[in-house]
């Protein structure tokens, strides 16, 4: 039973954090799954997601997608648990527990998982395991090590494409102490080589792509300004920018309320963080005026990482005194505004406080006084610090993490759809706005036109799931943003043809002219499409007026109607 002590406090947190007793799915903001995992060749040079996705595939055919999804959530979490007891298990095991806890309970996983970037938790995970090979390395300057350390680096960037950033900078500071240790240029050299050409050789199909061939991507990026750093940035409230950083909230997502802050009904969770932090300060600062530490360059680096992360993480928001440091990385630095939400940094100053939080418990509890006491007792007390701290992620995050399935109505129209569009490889160009831009085709159009859309079913607010949901069709579906002051950032010009009719000019109002309707219906079929599909989700009403009105001038017909949806067929 000892034996298997950590496998079972994993899986009993684990139970208390994520809803196992019912199947269908997490329909979250930015994670969404389907009854059929989308999976293409295309992907290889477009997507950094490709062989997850190719995972993904091979295992739905042996279980449903559902349960897939599930699993890449615990996974997730063995990850952020596993790192830990490697790192330590030569040092002493138990503490491993208490790092993961902290790793597992605290606002940035909580704020993050809740709203679907499982991604970048998944990405978080694997870099940890780029940290420990490195460790290992620079200790043993074995090439197995550096190689494995490599591998999981290019790995991360297969999840989260933004760990570039974090892994460059963790790279470097650890080479810098390293080579201020031992003076060997050639070794440090010869580290920075070596990662770099197993990353590139391993992710250079989507990559180059992205980079030489991508225009949509490239001036996605360049559009990429002051409104997006104003909608991303790292917040201020509650207390002040400084302090939420420090105490790892200030996600974006905190100021829209689509979730249960962290601190409600919370009302100690200030002093819960300030007493962890004075610990993990005290705690550091012992470890290096310790002469006999083993491990003082490691501290040295998590510290310097900790400083990096934490000036990065307050971006240009506010008054932030370090603001011009960021705004010069931004002018100045290729590709960095890609990293368009600083709280990504955050999860730095996550590892480098559980780091150092194991190292506190070690020493309270080998203390003579809870020995000789209570040790299981204050243990538990130990342990509990964290959930204490992010108790909202507790019974499936306090109720919020709730699985649902697509209405059947959705469904029977999916199986619609595979009757009247047998062929989904339509021609790859349907029309043509100019003499250098051509128009993919569709077979329906999908309305309201939002990116992010309320749905009744999965009650709240989601990613638009209908082009990945119907595949029996080709979908034209939005891709706006609407975020802050942000519209839309597409250069898709079926999407810009779209929106000549509804926001921001909004041409069709309380009424169509004849001349707006033909021009609306003869764009449709320059894009190929014969179907509009209305979702009867958040404000459809007002799109579903107009359909009423050009169903009246004949140009379009009714032809499903039910409590979810209501498709019309464009006359010819």
Request: glycine share 2%; with cysteine; aromatic share 24%.
């Amino acid at each position: 039973m000892k034996k298997y002590s950590h496998i079972i406090i994993f899986l009993s947190l684990s139970i208390l954090t994520l809803p196992f007793y019912q199947k269908w799915y997490f329909l979250l903001l930015d994670n969404t799954f389907f009854p059929k995992i989308d999976f293409t060749l295309n992907m290889f040079f477009e997507s950094n997601f490709f062989l997850f996705a190719a995972i993904f595939k091979a295992l739905s055919y042996i279980i449903p997608s559902w349960l897939i999804q599930r699993l890449f959530y615990i996974w997730t979490l063995f990850l952020l648990w596993f790192w830990w007891y490697k790192l330590l298990e030569n040092r002493t095991k138990i503490w491993a527990y208490f790092a993961w806890i902290l790793m597992i309970f605290n606002p940035y996983v909580y704020a993050h998982m809740l709203d679907g970037q499982i991604w970048i938790t998944a990405g978080i995970s694997t870099i940890l395991f780029f940290y420990l090979f490195l460790i290992r390395y620079l200790d043993s300057r074995r090439y197995k090590d550096i190689l494995l350390s490599s591998l999981f680096w290019a790995f991360s960037m297969m999840w989260m494409s933004h760990s570039m950033f974090f892994i460059f900078s963790g790279l470097g500071i650890f080479l810098i102490f390293d080579y201020i240790r031992n003076k060997d240029i050639r070794f440090s050299l010869k580290s920075s080589f070596i990662p770099f050409v197993i990353i590139l050789a391993l992710n250079s199909n989507w990559i180059l792509w992205n980079i030489l061939w991508n225009w949509w991507l490239n001036q996605t990026v360049w559009q990429i300004g002051s409104e997006h750093f104003q909608a991303f940035a790292t917040g201020s409230w509650k207390i002040n920018l400084y302090f939420n950083t420090l105490s790892l909230h200030g996600f974006w997502w905190e100021r829209q309320w689509r979730y249960i802050q962290t601190y409600f009904d919370n009302d100690n969770w200030k002093i819960l963080f300030s007493v962890l932090f004075l610990i993990v300060i005290f705690w550091a600062y012992s470890r290096l005026r310790n002469k006999a530490n083993i491990d003082k360059r490691i501290d040295h680096a998590f510290l310097a990482i900790w400083t990096v992360a934490y000036i990065l993480a307050l971006w240009i928001s506010g008054d932030n005194i370090f603001a011009p440091i960021t705004q010069f990385l931004y002018d100045h630095m290729p590709f960095y505004k890609w990293l368009r939400e600083p709280q990504k940094w955050v999860w730095i100053l996550l590892i480098v406080y559980a780091y150092f939080w194991w190292y506190w418990v070690d020493r309270i509890y080998r203390s003579s006084f809870v020995q000789k006491w209570y040790p299981k007792i204050i243990a538990a007390w130990l342990l509990s610090v964290p959930i204490l701290y992010t108790p909202t992620m507790l019974l499936w995050f306090n109720w919020q993490l709730f699985v649902t399935d697509y209405p059947k109505e959705w469904y029977s129209l999916n199986e619609d759809f595979k009757i009247r569009f047998q062929d989904n490889g339509k021609q790859e160009k349907c029309g043509y706005l100019d003499k250098w831009t051509s128009l993919k085709c569709y077979d329906v159009l999908v309305l309201p036109w939002h990116q992010y859309i309320w749905l009744k079913f999965a009650k709240r607010t989601i990613a638009n799931p209908s082009e990945w949901f119907f595949h029996n069709a080709s979908i034209l579906q939005w891709d706006n943003m609407e975020m802050g002051n942000i519209y839309t950032q597409t250069l898709r010009p079926e999407s810009r043809i779209i929106e000549k009719y509804i926001w921001p000019k909004w041409i069709f109002k309380d009424s169509v002219e004849d001349s707006e309707m033909e021009s609306f219906i003869q764009d449709l079929r320059w894009l190929g499409i014969s179907e509009i599909l209305i979702l009867k989700e958040s404000d459809y009403k007002k799109y579903m007026d107009i359909m009423d009105i050009i169903e009246k001038k004949w140009k379009i017909r009714a032809i499903k109607d039910n409590d979810r949806l209501k498709l019309f067929r464009v006359n010819k």
